[in-house]
């Protein structure tokens, strides 16, 4: 199992970017697929999930409405847009699923939102 982020960046405040996860290595139309964050000096949190076939999605409440969480199947690839990001945004974000009781962790994509 393999996922790799990208698509960080360095982002003004109110502005917006698109992390990309990209997967292999199992069957990934059969899994559900979540966002974490972990900013400086605090824990991992999570952000947003969302099913195998893409109908369900959920959000901390600290990104609902502002991050929107997609997923191409054909594409092996799960997205999170994120609009009006803050300050607060800035974190390393990574992709994970769980497959077999296990977890499978991407090596993060570094967000900065500051002007």
């Known amino acids: 199992v393999q996922l790799v982020e990208s698509g960080g960046g360095l982002v003004q405040p109110g502005g917006s970017l698109r992390l990309s996860c990209a997967a292999s290595?199992?069957?990934?139309?059969?899994?559900?697929m979540s966002w974490y964050r972990q900013a400086p000096g605090k824990e991992r949190e999570f952000a947003a999930g969302i099913n195998s076939d893409g109908r369900s999605t959920n959000y901390a409440g600290s990104v609902k409405g502002r991050f929107t969480v997609s997923r191409d199947n054909a594409k092996n690839t799960v997205y999170l847009q994120m609009n009006s990001l803050k300050p607060e945004d800035t974190a390393v974000y990574y992709c994970?699923?769980?497959?077999?009781?296990?977890?499978?962790w991407g090596q993060g994509t570094q967000v900065t939102v500051s002007s």
């Open positions: 290595g199992f069957f990934f139309s059969s899994y559900g």
């Open positions: 994970t699923t769980l497959r077999w009781s296990v977890e499978y």
